[in-house]
């Protein structure tokens, strides 16, 4: 019994000594601000002690205040324990004060089970993250945002709006408003508590009878966004709210306050209009949207103006990353923009639009559609080995081309996948692929304003 009274006596202090150690790790912004405070404590301290030898360098020796204050001052111990045990002392309840204050302060914004110097760190690690716009739609750019946001809070997600089909289809046509199916996908990757705000957004009503009509088959999300959007008479306003009611790690804009249709041109010259279909569709030689006046939000152009990172794709080509960058001013703000600008390339084809595309048709089709120039660097993956699901439709995108390639966008390889599904991006992945080249990026510019620095101190 003694001998586990002991073991459990010194993990406890273990414990104790861990969440020491957290709280005073470098980078979690408490240490210096109990620093300042103690100063600041000092200071009184030092003031009062001013005051009292002021007030008594007038009173008589034998004024009854000279013994209450030899009592305060600890006058009857000996010397050479006066200050140390009141320091002690005060050093021991200003150290407990302050951490059960902390606690007290933050334990209410607290929704996980984490140490709360963990969750303190890990927020102002994110906080201090490069501002990041993500440009695309559906699955993938869900996926890319899963990952970026435990790197960094600092992210703007850029939706597309020109979905028709299920849920968000008939909201647009019954309500006339911007579809939200991809805006709620990115919201709900974003959610702080994602996997319960995922399955409560994306939960869809029964299609049975016993339920209201105008709920059949509807997502709750959808209805959510939809709703914001009634009450505060505007679209963006409606999504800005979600953002703010949901609590996610940085935000999603719609690329575009109002809907945009996406029609497409077959290589057999046939001309098919509305994203669902395009989506399933073969041979597509072009799209474009309209209307072909559609504004790009404002908050969409001053993410990108602001950015450190842009990052087109992943997702479908032709119907989640061309959309948003079709709409008129989104290429001039990308050209514009002083962020380096990464495009992510899918890691398989996609039965119907991108089917047998290599590396190279995907790069045409950007070129095509006059987005070659925005293109600064593509990321591709070069993992084959993940494990392809049961009837695996699709294929892995093929590196035709030589990484050496002079001509063109830089080309960088590196190990994406999902490893237990081919199909699909690894959002942790390509978070930290995407955060080590931004940090070269970083590093190789300021380099060069050094050395340019330099150059110019040397000339003059």
Not at 379 to 392: E, G
Request: include cysteine; charged fraction near 20%; charge should be neutral.
């Amino acid at each position: 019994m003694t001998d586990t009274r002991s073991v459990d006596a010194t993990l406890r202090r273990r414990e104790r000594a861990q969440l020491i150690r957290q709280w005073l790790r470098p980078g979690i912004g408490v240490k210096r601000w109990l620093a300042l405070t103690f100063v600041g404590l000092l200071f009184i301290a030092l003031a009062i002690a001013a005051l009292l030898r002021l007030v008594l360098s007038d009173r008589p020796s034998n004024d009854p205040l000279h013994d209450v204050i030899a009592t305060l001052t600890l006058q009857a111990l000996p010397v050479e324990l006066r200050w140390p045990l009141p320091l002690a002392l005060g050093l021991a309840l200003f150290l407990y004060g302050g951490w059960r204050l902390v606690r007290a302060l933050v334990e209410p914004y607290r929704a996980t089970t984490e140490p709360l110097a963990e969750v303190l760190y890990q927020r102002r690690l994110r906080a201090r993250g490069p501002k990041v716009v993500a440009i695309g739609g559906g699955t993938g750019l869900s996926a890319l945002l899963r990952g970026l946001k435990e790197v960094t809070s600092n992210i703007t997600a850029v939706v597309t709006v020109a979905d028709d089909g299920g849920s968000s289809g008939q909201l647009r046509t019954e309500l006339g408003i911007p579809p939200m199916g991809d805006i709620r996908q990115c919201i709900a990757a974003l959610a702080d508590s994602e996997p319960a705000m995922a399955k409560l957004l994306s939960y869809r009503f029964p299609l049975s009878e016993e339920v209201d009509p105008s709920y059949r088959g509807h997502a709750f999300g959808n209805l959510l966004i939809a709703a914001l959007t009634a009450t505060t008479g505007d679209f963006e306003e409606g999504v800005r709210q979600s953002n703010q009611i949901l609590a996610v790690r940085g935000s999603v804009v719609p690329v575009s306050g109002q809907a945009v249709t996406l029609h497409a041109a077959l290589i057999d010259g046939s001309v098919i209009d509305g994203q669902s279909l395009i989506g399933r569709a073969r041979g597509i030689r072009r799209v474009w949207i309209s209307p072909d006046d559609a504004k790009p939000s404002a908050e969409a152009m001053d993410a990108i103006a602001a950015a450190e990172l842009i990052v087109i794709g992943p997702g479908s080509l032709y119907t989640s990353l061309l959309p948003p960058l079709l709409v008129p001013g989104v290429h001039d703000a990308l050209l514009r923009a002083s962020a380096p600008r990464l495009f992510v390339c899918n890691v398989a084809t996609q039965v119907g639009e991108t089917e047998e595309f290599s590396l190279t048709d995907h790069l045409d089709a950007l070129a095509s559609h006059g987005m070659a120039d925005v293109v600064d660097a593509v990321l591709l993956n070069n993992n084959f080995k993940a494990r392809q699901p049961q009837n695996y439709p699709a294929a892995p995108v093929k590196i035709d081309v030589a990484l050496s390639n002079k001509n063109g966008p830089q080309l960088i390889a590196r190990d994406l996948v999902d490893d237990d599904n081919a199909h699909r991006h690894d959002p942790r992945k390509l978070a930290s692929v995407l955060l080590a080249l931004y940090d070269e990026h970083t590093i190789a510019r300021r380099k060069t304003a050094w050395a340019t620095m330099a150059a110019d101190g040397a000339a003059r």
